[in-house]
């Protein structure tokens, strides 16, 4: 009777522990291999403002992972830093799973199925599927923005508006004019002073003509031609105060990374201007006057949008060319005359939409600021 039931006992400790094998056993994907339990999932997020591709986003990723009955079982969430894809490491053995892409407001969102990607995920000796997550929003407007400066006010340093720039737009959301204002501190108003509007032909802005608002004279005109392919080719800047036109001839080189602009003036003066973009933002650029070097500069960026890139048109000193906004500048003059003021590095707040709300200006050897507050329609 012992031995029987010693056999019993066996017998049954060996089923409870061929079933515990199981349970604990690792899940078997689809080409035979066993699950480990995470497996890296290669994704990426792609961000276009307008018409504009933004390859430098940051995002956040939150996925969560569903049984068959569409309970989640899992969840976790990822920081995401473009542009290059990122690996998320996701629990194995889920039956589906949501991952969706979150930046400055906006989401996107896709379901996958578990054993999908298993099969798909990042491993060696095998070319990982690379699930892209896009997004097109339209840009914000700039309904206008307040020029400031720190002033010393009753003993305490202050920031009092000096000058304002309003925006009217068409129905197709281009610009329609800009509005010029200067704050006048006795009354605490902003004066009119001049007024730009906007012409448009197939490719893009034609011209632009600015008058003064006060006397109805004529302060400058900007023409604009294209190339046959819809790219700038040449602006023509015509001042009527100094009475001199700047023609600027826009060359492309290097898959359009290296850009030179000569200027030529009626007055008999020229100059080249010449910059290296990287995801569309100005790194470095040089000024020459003929043989002489007049200064250099280098370049770094934020990774969030710059409203000014978004007005359609390009302003014929370049100001605007930029689609991030501009952290830092190391600019060393050596001849053609030098600024009072050198603009160092920039500080930002930025609203929910990752646009700047306040950008601050800091500059070298000084320890006064300027400050621009952007306000959207």
């Known amino acids: 009777m012992k031995t029987k039931m010693i056999t019993v006992v066996l017998i049954l400790i060996s089923i409870v522990s061929c079933r ?35 390859p430098n986003t940051d995002a956040e990723f939150r996925v969560s992972g569903y049984n068959e009955q569409d309970v989640e079982q899992w969840n976790k969430t990822f920081s995401y830093t473009g542009p290059q894809p990122n690996d998320l490491a996701l629990r194995t053995g889920l039956h589906h799973y949501r991952i969706e892409a ?5 989401s996107t969102e ?3 199925n578990g054993n999908d990607l298993w099969r798909e995920r990042v491993r060696d000796g095998s070319v990982p599927l690379t699930r892209v997550f896009t997004k097109s929003i339209e840009p914000k407007s700039i309904a206008y923005y307040v020029h400031s400066k720190q002033e010393l006010v009753n003993g305490e340093v202050v920031m009092v508006p000096y000058a304002k720039v309003v925006f009217e737009y068409n129905t197709d959301r281009t610009v329609k004019a800009i509005n010029y204002y200067d704050f006048d501190e006795s009354p605490g108003v902003f004066i009119p002073t001049k007024q730009s509007k906007f012409s448009y032909g197939s490719a893009g802005v034609s011209t632009i003509i600015t008058n003064d608002v006060n006397n109805h004279q004529r302060v400058s005109v900007d023409w604009y031609t294209y190339e046959a392919s819809a790219r700038l080719a040449r602006i023509i800047h015509q001042d009527f105060n100094s009475d001199i036109t700047t023609e600027v001839g826009i060359t492309y080189n290097e898959n359009n990374r290296i850009i030179n602009a000569t200027y030529s003036l009626s007055n008999g003066g020229s100059f080249e201007y010449e910059f290296l973009k990287k995801a569309d933002n100005v790194i470095s650029d040089r000024t020459t006057n003929g043989s002489e070097l007049c200064n250099t500069g280098n370049y770094e960026y934020d990774r969030n949008v710059n409203p000014l890139k978004h007005l359609g048109y390009v302003d014929y000193l370049f100001r605007n060319y930029s689609i991030s906004n501009r952290l830092t500048e190391s600019v060393e003059y050596k001849a053609c005359g030098f600024p009072t003021l050198i603009p160092e590095r920039y500080s930002y707040t930025y609203d929910a939409d990752g646009y700047p709300s306040i950008v601050t200006t800091h500059y070298k050897n000084s320890e006064g600021t ?8």
């Open 110 to 112: 896709q379901i996958f």
């Open 102 to 106: 979150n930046a400055w407001g906006i």
């Open 20 to 54: 515990e094998d199981v349970i604990n056993s690792p899940d078997i994907g689809s080409d035979g291999d066993p699950m480990d339990t995470w497996m890296q999932v290669r994704v990426k997020f792609e961000l276009t403002v307008g018409n504009i591709y933004y």
């Open 370 to 377: 300027t400050q621009i507050e952007y306000v959207y329609q």
